[in-house]
DNA sequence: CCTTAATTTGAACAGTCGTTCAATCTAAAA
DNA sequence: TTTTAGATTGAACGACTGTTCAAATTAAGG
Protein backbone atom coordinates (compact mmCIF):
# COMPACT_ATOMS: atom_id res chain seq x y z
CA UNK A 1 0.00 0.00 0.00
CA UNK A 2 0.89 3.43 -0.24
CA UNK A 3 3.63 2.74 -2.90
CA UNK A 4 4.41 5.08 -5.48
CA UNK A 5 4.12 3.93 -8.82
CA UNK A 6 6.76 5.01 -12.00
CA UNK A 7 4.86 7.19 -14.08
CA UNK A 8 4.22 6.10 -17.28
CA UNK A 9 5.75 8.14 -19.93
CA UNK A 10 3.38 6.66 -23.02
CA UNK A 11 0.12 5.40 -23.57
CA UNK A 12 -0.70 1.69 -23.55
CA UNK A 13 -1.78 -0.09 -26.92
CA UNK A 14 -4.37 -1.05 -27.87
CA UNK A 15 -3.12 -4.41 -27.66
CA UNK A 16 -2.01 -3.86 -24.40
CA UNK A 17 -5.18 -3.37 -23.12
CA UNK A 18 -6.91 -6.28 -24.79
CA UNK A 19 -4.17 -8.37 -23.60
CA UNK A 20 -4.85 -6.74 -19.90
CA UNK A 21 -8.66 -7.36 -20.25
CA UNK A 22 -7.87 -10.92 -21.25
CA UNK A 23 -6.27 -11.92 -18.39
CA UNK A 24 -8.64 -10.48 -16.10
CA UNK A 25 -11.04 -11.84 -17.40
CA UNK A 26 -9.77 -15.33 -17.39
CA UNK A 27 -8.44 -14.78 -13.68
CA UNK A 28 -11.98 -13.85 -12.77
CA UNK A 29 -13.27 -17.11 -13.99
CA UNK A 30 -10.31 -19.15 -12.47
CA UNK A 31 -10.42 -17.67 -9.57
CA UNK A 32 -14.15 -18.05 -9.40
CA UNK A 33 -13.75 -21.69 -10.22
CA UNK A 34 -11.30 -22.97 -8.00
CA UNK A 35 -10.78 -20.44 -5.10
CA UNK A 36 -7.81 -18.49 -4.44
CA UNK A 37 -5.23 -20.96 -3.67
CA UNK A 38 -6.65 -23.63 -6.46
CA UNK A 39 -6.66 -21.26 -8.78
CA UNK A 40 -2.95 -21.11 -10.78
CA UNK A 41 -1.10 -18.65 -13.10
CA UNK A 42 -0.66 -20.69 -15.33
CA UNK A 43 -4.08 -21.99 -15.73
CA UNK A 44 -5.10 -18.12 -15.79
CA UNK A 45 -2.32 -17.67 -18.59
CA UNK A 46 -3.56 -20.33 -20.39
CA UNK A 47 -7.43 -19.46 -20.38
CA UNK A 48 -6.13 -16.22 -21.79
CA UNK A 49 -3.78 -17.42 -24.42
CA UNK A 50 -0.69 -15.70 -22.78
CA UNK A 51 2.68 -16.40 -21.11
CA UNK A 52 2.70 -17.03 -17.50
CA UNK A 53 5.10 -14.27 -16.91
CA UNK A 54 2.70 -11.48 -18.81
CA UNK A 55 -0.13 -12.48 -15.66
CA UNK A 56 2.55 -10.47 -12.81
CA UNK A 57 3.03 -7.62 -15.70
CA UNK A 58 -0.56 -7.06 -15.65
CA UNK A 59 -2.26 -8.16 -13.02
CA UNK A 60 1.06 -7.80 -10.03
CA UNK A 61 1.22 -10.81 -7.75
CA UNK A 62 -1.46 -13.43 -7.15
CA UNK A 63 -2.73 -11.68 -3.91
CA UNK A 64 -2.91 -8.57 -6.16
CA UNK A 65 -4.80 -9.84 -9.24
CA UNK A 66 -7.25 -11.25 -6.88
CA UNK A 67 -7.74 -7.99 -4.89
CA UNK A 68 -8.00 -6.33 -8.35
CA UNK A 69 -10.77 -8.89 -10.10
CA UNK A 70 -12.48 -8.53 -7.09
CA UNK A 71 -12.46 -4.47 -7.06
CA UNK A 72 -13.32 -4.14 -10.66
CA UNK A 73 -16.95 -5.42 -10.78
CA UNK A 74 -17.63 -3.64 -7.25
CA UNK A 75 -17.77 -0.65 -8.37
CA UNK A 76 -20.21 -0.98 -10.91
CA UNK A 77 -22.58 -3.16 -9.27
CA UNK A 78 -22.79 -0.55 -6.18
CA UNK A 79 -23.51 1.42 -8.66
CA UNK A 80 -26.46 -0.06 -10.06
CA UNK A 81 -27.73 -0.54 -7.14
CA UNK A 82 -27.40 3.12 -5.56
CA UNK A 83 -28.98 4.43 -8.97
CA UNK A 84 -31.83 1.80 -8.19
CA UNK A 85 -32.27 3.03 -4.44
CA UNK A 86 -32.66 6.81 -5.97
CA UNK A 87 -34.82 5.88 -8.68
CA UNK A 88 -36.79 4.44 -6.31
CA UNK A 89 -36.99 6.68 -4.05
CA UNK A 90 -38.21 9.44 -6.58
CA UNK A 91 -41.30 7.39 -7.98
CA UNK A 92 -42.73 6.49 -4.27
CA UNK A 93 -41.62 6.74 -0.79
CA UNK A 94 -39.34 3.47 0.10
CA UNK A 95 -40.48 0.35 2.09
CA UNK A 96 -38.15 -2.50 2.97
CA UNK A 97 -39.69 -4.45 0.02
CA UNK A 98 -38.41 -2.29 -2.49
CA UNK A 99 -35.21 -1.18 -0.60
CA UNK A 100 -34.56 -5.09 -1.11
CA UNK A 101 -34.96 -5.82 -4.44
CA UNK A 102 -32.91 -3.04 -5.37
CA UNK A 103 -30.08 -4.46 -3.81
CA UNK A 104 -30.78 -7.79 -4.81
CA UNK A 105 -32.29 -7.30 -8.05
CA UNK A 106 -29.67 -5.74 -9.78
CA UNK A 107 -26.90 -8.89 -9.70
CA UNK A 108 -29.56 -11.00 -9.63
CA UNK A 109 -30.19 -10.20 -13.08
CA UNK A 110 -26.95 -9.72 -14.48
CA UNK A 111 -26.19 -13.20 -12.75
CA UNK A 112 -29.04 -14.61 -14.73
CA UNK A 113 -28.66 -12.42 -17.92
CA UNK A 114 -26.53 -15.60 -19.79
CA UNK A 115 -22.81 -13.60 -18.78
CA UNK A 116 -20.61 -16.01 -16.94
CA UNK A 117 -18.26 -13.21 -15.68
CA UNK A 118 -20.90 -12.01 -13.30
CA UNK A 119 -21.77 -15.72 -12.36
CA UNK A 120 -18.43 -16.06 -11.63
CA UNK A 121 -18.23 -13.21 -10.00
CA UNK A 122 -21.10 -14.16 -7.17
CA UNK A 123 -18.62 -17.13 -6.60
CA UNK A 124 -15.97 -15.10 -6.11
CA UNK A 125 -17.70 -12.18 -3.47
CA UNK A 126 -19.16 -15.69 -2.07
CA UNK A 127 -15.30 -16.80 -1.11
CA UNK A 128 -14.49 -13.47 -0.01
CA UNK A 129 -17.38 -12.93 2.30
CA UNK A 130 -16.95 -16.51 3.70
CA UNK A 131 -13.21 -16.36 5.03
CA UNK A 132 -11.99 -13.52 7.50
CA UNK A 133 -8.50 -13.88 5.49
CA UNK A 134 -10.24 -11.05 3.16
CA UNK A 135 -11.90 -9.00 6.12
CA UNK A 136 -9.88 -5.51 4.65
CA UNK A 137 -10.75 -6.58 1.29
CA UNK A 138 -14.59 -7.36 2.01
CA UNK A 139 -14.62 -3.83 4.06
CA UNK A 140 -12.96 -2.01 1.19
CA UNK A 141 -15.11 -3.67 -1.93
CA UNK A 142 -18.58 -4.31 0.20
CA UNK A 143 -18.93 -2.05 3.16
CA UNK A 144 -19.95 1.10 1.89
CA UNK A 145 -22.58 0.54 -0.26
CA UNK A 146 -24.23 -2.36 2.34
CA UNK A 147 -24.09 0.36 4.96
CA UNK A 148 -26.46 2.40 2.73
CA UNK A 149 -28.59 0.10 2.26
CA UNK A 150 -28.14 -0.96 6.18
CA UNK A 151 -28.65 2.65 7.15
CA UNK A 152 -32.20 3.29 4.78
CA UNK A 153 -33.75 -0.12 6.55
CA UNK A 154 -32.65 0.93 9.95
CA UNK A 155 -34.29 4.16 9.01
CA UNK A 156 -37.56 2.72 8.63
CA UNK A 157 -37.24 0.43 11.98
CA UNK A 158 -35.73 2.98 14.46
CA UNK A 159 -36.77 0.81 17.06
CA UNK A 160 -34.18 -2.36 15.71
CA UNK A 161 -30.87 -2.87 16.92
CA UNK A 162 -28.54 -1.87 14.57
CA UNK A 163 -26.92 -5.59 14.91
CA UNK A 164 -30.22 -7.25 13.80
CA UNK A 165 -30.27 -5.25 11.09
CA UNK A 166 -26.64 -5.97 9.78
CA UNK A 167 -27.85 -9.49 10.24
CA UNK A 168 -30.54 -9.03 8.06
CA UNK A 169 -28.49 -8.16 5.38
CA UNK A 170 -26.28 -10.96 5.57
CA UNK A 171 -28.80 -13.38 5.48
CA UNK A 172 -29.98 -11.59 2.50
CA UNK A 173 -26.78 -11.35 0.96
CA UNK A 174 -25.89 -15.42 1.94
CA UNK A 175 -29.43 -15.91 0.15
CA UNK A 176 -28.98 -14.03 -2.79
CA UNK A 177 -25.49 -16.21 -3.79
CA UNK A 178 -27.09 -19.50 -2.56
CA UNK A 179 -29.85 -18.51 -5.33
CA UNK A 180 -26.91 -18.03 -8.14
CA UNK A 181 -24.65 -20.39 -7.26
CA UNK A 182 -26.31 -22.97 -5.62
CA UNK A 183 -29.48 -23.39 -7.79
CA UNK A 184 -27.72 -27.22 -8.49
CA UNK A 185 -28.32 -27.50 -5.05
CA UNK A 186 -32.29 -26.75 -5.23
CA UNK A 187 -32.63 -28.68 -8.54
CA UNK A 188 -30.95 -31.99 -6.86
CA UNK A 189 -33.38 -31.75 -4.19
CA UNK A 190 -36.48 -31.01 -6.47
CA UNK A 191 -36.06 -32.40 -10.09
CA UNK A 192 -37.96 -30.40 -12.48
CA UNK A 193 -38.69 -27.73 -11.03
CA UNK A 194 -38.79 -24.23 -12.40
CA UNK A 195 -35.57 -22.45 -12.26
CA UNK A 196 -35.68 -19.09 -11.94
CA UNK A 197 -37.53 -17.57 -9.08
CA UNK A 198 -35.89 -13.60 -8.30
CA UNK A 199 -39.29 -12.89 -7.15
CA UNK A 200 -39.46 -15.75 -4.48
CA UNK A 201 -36.06 -14.73 -3.57
CA UNK A 202 -36.80 -11.31 -3.08
CA UNK A 203 -39.87 -12.32 -1.02
CA UNK A 204 -38.13 -15.18 1.48
CA UNK A 205 -35.38 -12.09 2.38
CA UNK A 206 -38.15 -9.47 2.81
CA UNK A 207 -40.38 -11.36 4.72
CA UNK A 208 -37.42 -12.74 6.98
CA UNK A 209 -35.53 -9.35 7.64
CA UNK A 210 -38.96 -7.87 8.26
CA UNK A 211 -39.58 -10.62 10.93
CA UNK A 212 -36.79 -9.83 12.74
CA UNK A 213 -36.53 -6.50 12.39
CA UNK A 214 -40.29 -6.50 14.18
CA UNK A 215 -39.64 -8.42 16.68
CA UNK A 216 -36.88 -6.78 18.89
CA UNK A 217 -37.89 -3.32 18.24
CA UNK B 1 -15.48 -47.57 -5.16
CA UNK B 2 -16.92 -50.96 -4.82
CA UNK B 3 -13.09 -52.22 -4.03
CA UNK B 4 -12.66 -55.00 -1.83
CA UNK B 5 -10.84 -54.37 1.23
CA UNK B 6 -8.50 -57.12 2.20
CA UNK B 7 -10.13 -58.40 5.57
CA UNK B 8 -8.34 -57.55 8.42
CA UNK B 9 -6.58 -59.97 10.42
CA UNK B 10 -5.73 -57.91 13.87
CA UNK B 11 -8.08 -55.19 16.15
CA UNK B 12 -6.19 -51.91 15.42
CA UNK B 13 -3.86 -50.84 18.49
CA UNK B 14 -5.42 -48.08 20.90
CA UNK B 15 -2.26 -45.52 19.31
CA UNK B 16 -3.48 -46.51 15.79
CA UNK B 17 -6.64 -45.53 16.63
CA UNK B 18 -5.38 -42.50 18.89
CA UNK B 19 -3.04 -41.47 15.51
CA UNK B 20 -5.75 -41.88 12.64
CA UNK B 21 -8.10 -39.79 14.82
CA UNK B 22 -5.47 -36.77 15.54
CA UNK B 23 -5.03 -36.86 11.45
CA UNK B 24 -8.96 -36.55 11.00
CA UNK B 25 -9.53 -33.80 12.98
CA UNK B 26 -6.19 -32.10 11.51
CA UNK B 27 -7.80 -32.75 8.34
CA UNK B 28 -10.61 -31.55 9.17
CA UNK B 29 -9.53 -27.88 10.31
CA UNK B 30 -7.43 -27.33 7.42
CA UNK B 31 -9.76 -28.61 4.73
CA UNK B 32 -12.26 -26.04 6.65
CA UNK B 33 -9.56 -23.01 6.59
CA UNK B 34 -7.85 -22.98 3.39
CA UNK B 35 -10.45 -25.03 1.44
CA UNK B 36 -9.52 -28.86 -0.74
CA UNK B 37 -7.01 -27.10 -3.16
CA UNK B 38 -5.24 -24.63 -0.31
CA UNK B 39 -5.00 -27.35 2.46
CA UNK B 40 -2.02 -29.50 1.81
CA UNK B 41 -1.02 -32.89 3.10
CA UNK B 42 2.39 -31.60 4.65
CA UNK B 43 0.08 -28.96 6.64
CA UNK B 44 -2.35 -31.89 8.22
CA UNK B 45 0.35 -33.96 8.86
CA UNK B 46 2.24 -31.11 10.79
CA UNK B 47 -0.68 -30.28 12.76
CA UNK B 48 -1.69 -33.82 13.67
CA UNK B 49 2.09 -34.37 14.37
CA UNK B 50 2.62 -37.18 11.95
CA UNK B 51 4.82 -38.27 9.34
CA UNK B 52 3.32 -37.50 5.89
CA UNK B 53 3.08 -40.90 4.94
CA UNK B 54 1.01 -42.07 7.42
CA UNK B 55 -1.81 -39.55 6.54
CA UNK B 56 -2.28 -41.51 2.95
CA UNK B 57 -1.98 -44.85 5.18
CA UNK B 58 -5.25 -43.93 7.56
CA UNK B 59 -6.81 -41.12 4.74
CA UNK B 60 -6.19 -42.73 1.68
CA UNK B 61 -5.94 -39.93 -1.36
CA UNK B 62 -6.69 -36.62 -0.77
CA UNK B 63 -9.92 -36.88 -2.14
CA UNK B 64 -10.90 -39.51 -0.16
CA UNK B 65 -9.62 -37.78 2.58
CA UNK B 66 -11.80 -34.82 2.09
CA UNK B 67 -14.84 -37.26 1.61
CA UNK B 68 -14.09 -39.27 4.73
CA UNK B 69 -14.05 -35.62 6.68
CA UNK B 70 -16.83 -34.38 5.90
CA UNK B 71 -19.13 -37.60 5.63
CA UNK B 72 -18.04 -38.12 9.85
CA UNK B 73 -20.35 -36.05 11.08
CA UNK B 74 -22.95 -35.72 8.59
CA UNK B 75 -24.36 -39.02 9.91
CA UNK B 76 -23.95 -37.61 13.46
CA UNK B 77 -25.61 -34.32 12.26
CA UNK B 78 -28.12 -36.26 11.12
CA UNK B 79 -28.71 -38.27 13.87
CA UNK B 80 -29.78 -34.46 16.20
CA UNK B 81 -31.73 -33.22 13.74
CA UNK B 82 -34.28 -36.26 13.04
CA UNK B 83 -34.19 -36.99 16.97
CA UNK B 84 -35.33 -32.89 17.53
CA UNK B 85 -37.90 -33.89 14.71
CA UNK B 86 -39.39 -36.75 16.27
CA UNK B 87 -39.29 -35.90 19.83
CA UNK B 88 -41.17 -32.19 19.00
CA UNK B 89 -43.86 -34.48 16.83
CA UNK B 90 -44.31 -36.15 20.36
CA UNK B 91 -44.79 -33.22 22.41
CA UNK B 92 -47.19 -31.30 19.90
CA UNK B 93 -48.05 -31.25 16.15
CA UNK B 94 -44.79 -29.90 14.08
CA UNK B 95 -45.99 -26.53 12.69
CA UNK B 96 -43.18 -24.64 10.08
CA UNK B 97 -41.20 -22.94 13.05
CA UNK B 98 -40.58 -25.47 15.07
CA UNK B 99 -39.23 -27.85 11.68
CA UNK B 100 -36.79 -25.30 11.12
CA UNK B 101 -35.87 -25.15 14.72
CA UNK B 102 -35.17 -28.59 14.64
CA UNK B 103 -32.87 -28.23 11.46
CA UNK B 104 -31.03 -25.52 12.40
CA UNK B 105 -30.70 -25.48 16.49
CA UNK B 106 -28.52 -28.83 16.42
CA UNK B 107 -25.84 -27.75 14.16
CA UNK B 108 -25.98 -23.99 15.54
CA UNK B 109 -25.75 -24.95 19.26
CA UNK B 110 -23.20 -27.16 18.39
CA UNK B 111 -20.92 -24.49 16.56
CA UNK B 112 -21.51 -21.53 19.37
CA UNK B 113 -20.74 -24.54 22.40
CA UNK B 114 -17.40 -23.57 21.74
CA UNK B 115 -16.05 -26.87 19.90
CA UNK B 116 -13.76 -25.36 17.11
CA UNK B 117 -14.79 -28.01 14.94
CA UNK B 118 -18.11 -28.05 14.74
CA UNK B 119 -17.49 -24.16 13.16
CA UNK B 120 -14.66 -26.13 11.00
CA UNK B 121 -17.31 -28.66 10.21
CA UNK B 122 -19.63 -25.87 8.92
CA UNK B 123 -16.99 -24.33 6.56
CA UNK B 124 -16.53 -27.29 5.35
CA UNK B 125 -20.31 -27.89 4.73
CA UNK B 126 -20.15 -24.16 3.22
CA UNK B 127 -17.46 -25.32 0.58
CA UNK B 128 -19.23 -28.71 -0.20
CA UNK B 129 -22.64 -26.68 -1.03
CA UNK B 130 -20.81 -24.03 -2.90
CA UNK B 131 -19.16 -26.29 -5.68
CA UNK B 132 -20.88 -28.33 -7.85
CA UNK B 133 -17.59 -30.53 -8.25
CA UNK B 134 -18.97 -31.80 -4.57
CA UNK B 135 -22.15 -32.63 -6.13
CA UNK B 136 -22.14 -36.44 -5.70
CA UNK B 137 -20.83 -35.84 -2.19
CA UNK B 138 -23.30 -33.19 -0.90
CA UNK B 139 -25.94 -35.82 -2.49
CA UNK B 140 -24.54 -38.56 -0.60
CA UNK B 141 -24.26 -36.76 2.93
CA UNK B 142 -27.16 -34.07 2.93
CA UNK B 143 -30.16 -35.15 1.16
CA UNK B 144 -31.25 -37.96 2.26
CA UNK B 145 -31.90 -35.21 6.22
CA UNK B 146 -33.17 -32.52 3.73
CA UNK B 147 -35.16 -34.24 1.69
CA UNK B 148 -36.48 -35.61 4.93
CA UNK B 149 -37.21 -31.78 6.20
CA UNK B 150 -38.53 -30.58 2.44
CA UNK B 151 -41.03 -33.64 2.73
CA UNK B 152 -42.07 -32.18 6.32
CA UNK B 153 -42.95 -28.99 5.10
CA UNK B 154 -44.01 -29.82 2.19
CA UNK B 155 -47.37 -32.02 3.97
CA UNK B 156 -47.52 -28.69 5.81
CA UNK B 157 -48.65 -26.44 2.51
CA UNK B 158 -49.54 -28.64 0.45
CA UNK B 159 -50.32 -25.89 -2.35
CA UNK B 160 -46.69 -24.89 -2.62
CA UNK B 161 -45.14 -26.49 -5.22
CA UNK B 162 -41.31 -28.69 -4.44
CA UNK B 163 -39.25 -26.41 -5.99
CA UNK B 164 -40.51 -23.67 -3.84
CA UNK B 165 -40.08 -25.84 -0.55
CA UNK B 166 -36.47 -26.87 -1.93
CA UNK B 167 -35.24 -22.94 -2.51
CA UNK B 168 -36.55 -22.51 0.92
CA UNK B 169 -34.51 -25.07 2.53
CA UNK B 170 -31.50 -23.85 0.79
CA UNK B 171 -32.06 -20.18 2.01
CA UNK B 172 -32.22 -21.51 5.42
CA UNK B 173 -29.20 -23.42 5.19
CA UNK B 174 -27.43 -20.82 3.47
CA UNK B 175 -28.42 -18.16 6.10
CA UNK B 176 -27.48 -20.85 8.87
CA UNK B 177 -23.84 -21.25 7.27
CA UNK B 178 -23.49 -17.65 7.39
CA UNK B 179 -24.91 -17.46 11.01
CA UNK B 180 -21.76 -19.34 11.80
CA UNK B 181 -18.89 -18.56 9.43
CA UNK B 182 -20.02 -14.90 8.44
CA UNK B 183 -20.66 -13.64 12.00
CA UNK B 184 -17.08 -11.34 11.72
CA UNK B 185 -19.65 -9.80 8.97
CA UNK B 186 -22.13 -9.01 11.01
CA UNK B 187 -19.69 -7.51 14.05
CA UNK B 188 -17.99 -5.68 10.77
CA UNK B 189 -21.35 -4.09 10.13
CA UNK B 190 -22.38 -3.33 13.50
CA UNK B 191 -19.55 -2.47 15.59
CA UNK B 192 -20.40 -3.42 19.20
CA UNK B 193 -23.99 -5.46 18.48
CA UNK B 194 -24.48 -8.76 20.85
CA UNK B 195 -23.19 -11.46 19.01
CA UNK B 196 -24.98 -14.95 19.56
CA UNK B 197 -28.75 -14.58 18.23
CA UNK B 198 -29.84 -17.84 17.27
CA UNK B 199 -33.57 -16.95 18.06
CA UNK B 200 -33.21 -14.30 15.21
CA UNK B 201 -32.10 -16.80 12.71
CA UNK B 202 -34.73 -19.08 13.02
CA UNK B 203 -36.94 -16.26 13.09
CA UNK B 204 -35.42 -14.99 9.67
CA UNK B 205 -35.73 -18.62 8.47
CA UNK B 206 -39.37 -18.93 9.22
CA UNK B 207 -40.28 -15.76 7.98
CA UNK B 208 -38.70 -16.34 5.14
CA UNK B 209 -39.95 -19.53 3.88
CA UNK B 210 -43.73 -19.05 5.76
CA UNK B 211 -43.70 -16.14 2.81
CA UNK B 212 -43.09 -17.86 -0.22
CA UNK B 213 -44.85 -21.22 0.67
CA UNK B 214 -48.05 -19.55 1.09
CA UNK B 215 -47.75 -17.04 -2.16
CA UNK B 216 -47.19 -19.49 -4.46
CA UNK B 217 -49.49 -22.07 -2.40
C1' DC C 1 7.03 -66.12 25.14
C1' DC C 2 7.17 -65.86 19.47
C1' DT C 3 5.24 -64.76 15.03
C1' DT C 4 3.94 -61.47 11.91
C1' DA C 5 0.15 -58.18 10.64
C1' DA C 6 -0.16 -53.48 11.17
C1' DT C 7 1.73 -49.12 12.04
C1' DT C 8 5.20 -45.64 11.59
C1' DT C 9 9.38 -43.69 9.74
C1' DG C 10 12.14 -41.17 6.52
C1' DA C 11 13.11 -40.28 2.13
C1' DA C 12 12.49 -40.08 -2.51
C1' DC C 13 9.54 -39.45 -6.92
C1' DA C 14 7.87 -36.58 -10.75
C1' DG C 15 5.07 -32.46 -11.13
C1' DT C 16 3.34 -28.00 -10.23
C1' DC C 17 3.52 -23.79 -7.78
C1' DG C 18 4.44 -18.29 -7.77
C1' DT C 19 7.88 -15.47 -9.06
C1' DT C 20 11.80 -13.39 -11.54
C1' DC C 21 14.44 -11.81 -15.48
C1' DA C 22 17.35 -11.16 -19.62
C1' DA C 23 16.30 -11.01 -24.34
C1' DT C 24 13.19 -9.79 -27.98
C1' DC C 25 9.54 -7.50 -30.19
C1' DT C 26 6.00 -3.68 -30.69
C1' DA C 27 4.54 0.69 -31.17
C1' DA C 28 3.99 5.55 -28.87
C1' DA C 29 6.29 9.89 -28.92
C1' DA C 30 9.52 13.16 -30.77
C1' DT D 1 12.10 8.43 -39.55
C1' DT D 2 14.55 7.35 -35.08
C1' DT D 3 14.41 6.61 -30.25
C1' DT D 4 13.18 3.85 -26.54
C1' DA D 5 9.27 2.91 -23.05
C1' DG D 6 6.61 -0.66 -22.67
C1' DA D 7 4.77 -5.35 -23.91
C1' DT D 8 5.87 -10.03 -24.70
C1' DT D 9 8.59 -14.18 -24.83
C1' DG D 10 10.73 -18.20 -23.03
C1' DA D 11 13.09 -20.15 -19.61
C1' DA D 12 14.76 -20.67 -15.28
C1' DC D 13 14.60 -20.41 -9.88
C1' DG D 14 13.71 -22.69 -5.40
C1' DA D 15 9.88 -24.16 -2.85
C1' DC D 16 6.11 -26.93 -2.44
C1' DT D 17 2.60 -30.40 -4.18
C1' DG D 18 0.37 -35.52 -3.68
C1' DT D 19 1.92 -39.94 -3.80
C1' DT D 20 4.77 -44.10 -3.18
C1' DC D 21 7.64 -47.40 -0.77
C1' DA D 22 11.37 -50.07 1.50
C1' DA D 23 12.88 -50.33 6.05
C1' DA D 24 12.13 -50.07 10.98
C1' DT D 25 9.13 -50.32 14.84
C1' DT D 26 5.05 -51.72 17.48
C1' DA D 27 1.84 -54.70 19.39
C1' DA D 28 -2.21 -58.17 18.59
C1' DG D 29 -3.01 -63.11 18.30
C1' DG D 30 -1.50 -67.65 19.12
Redesign the interface.
Known amino acids: MFVLEKQRQRAPSARSLQTRARILDAAELVFAE?????ASIRDIAHLAGVQVGLVAHHGGSKEELFHLIVARRAGELSRLRINALEAARASAPLDLATILDCFIRPYVELAQGGDSHWVAYG?LV?HV??D?RW?DL??ECF?RT??RF?AEIAALFPGA???????????A???M???V??A???G???PG???V?LD??I??????????LT??G
Chains 1, 2 share one sequence.
Open positions: RGFEGRASAPRAADAQIGPGTVAAGQVYVSALAHHSWRIALSSDAGRLAFCTAGVYAISD
